[in-house]
C-alpha cells in the first residue's frame, strides 16, 4: 500500500544553517580579535558544542524522510529505513516546546514500538503531513489501548483527539 512522503523544511533548514555559521563567525572574531580574552574563551567553549550539535541535528533532518499511510509509518536517513506499524505501536508522547512566550514553538511525536523508536518535530512539508502523522498515531494508540500521560493528552486535545469515552451497560436508569 502506497502513502505519502514528507520531509523536513528544506528553506527553514537552510536559513537554520546560516544562522548556525554566522554565529560561529562570531565567535572566531571573538576568539581571534585584537586581544584576546579568557571571556571570549570561555564564550567559544560554551557555544562551540552547541553549534556542533545543533548542525548535526539539521544536517540529519535534512536528510531525513518520512512516509506514511494506514498501515506503517516508515523513516528514512539516507537509505536506512526504520518502520513503525501502527498495530506495534506500544507508546506514544506528544510534546510541545516554546522557546519564549511571544515566539511560535514547535511539536515533537514520540512513537516507540517493541523494535525502534522514532520522533517526529511539526517542521514537516507539506504543512499538513504532521496533523495527519499524529492523527494516525493517536487512533492507532487508541486501537491499541495505549495509554497517555498528561502533557500528551492535552496536546492532543489541541489537535481536538479527545479518547472516546468508555461505554457502560449501567449508563441506562
Not at 71 to 90: A, G
Not at 164 to 171: C, H, I, Q
Request: aromatic letters at 14%; proline letters at 5%.
Amino acid at each position: 500500500m502506497s502513502g505519502k512522503i514528507c520531509t523536513y523544511q528544506k528553506k527553514q533548514l537552510v536559513q537554520n544553517s546560516l544562522f548556525a555559521g554566522a554565529l560561529f563567525l562570531f565567535s572566531l572574531l571573538l576568539l581571534w580579535g585584537a586581544h584576546f580574552h579568557v571571556l571570549s574563551l570561555l564564550i567559544c567553549l560554551c557555544l562551540y558544542p552547541i553549534l556542533i550539535l545543533f548542525s548535526l541535528d539539521l544536517f540529519f533532518k535534512y536528510h531525513t524522510s518520512f512516509s506514511y499511510n494506514q498501515e506503517h509509518i516508515t523513516r528514512t536517513l539516507f537509505s536506512r529505513k526504520k518502520t513503525i506499524q501502527w498495530t506495534d505501536l506500544s507508546d506514544i508522547q506528544l510534546k510541545y516546546y516554546q522557546p519564549k512566550k511571544s515566539a511560535p514553538g514547535w511539536m515533537e511525536l514520540q512513537l516507540i514500538s517493541p523494535d525502534t523508536k522514532t520522533s517526529i518535530t511539526s517542521e514537516l512539508s507539506p504543512d499538513d503531513s504532521f496533523t495527519e502523522i499524529v492523527q494516525s498515531g493517536f487512533q492507532a494508540a487508541c486501537q491499541n489501548d495505549l495509554s497517555f500521560d498528561r502533557i500528551s493528552e492535552h496536546n492532543f486535545a489541541a489537535f481536538g483527539l479527545f479518547r472516546p469515552s468508555p461505554t457502560t451497560a449501567d449508563s441506562t436508569p
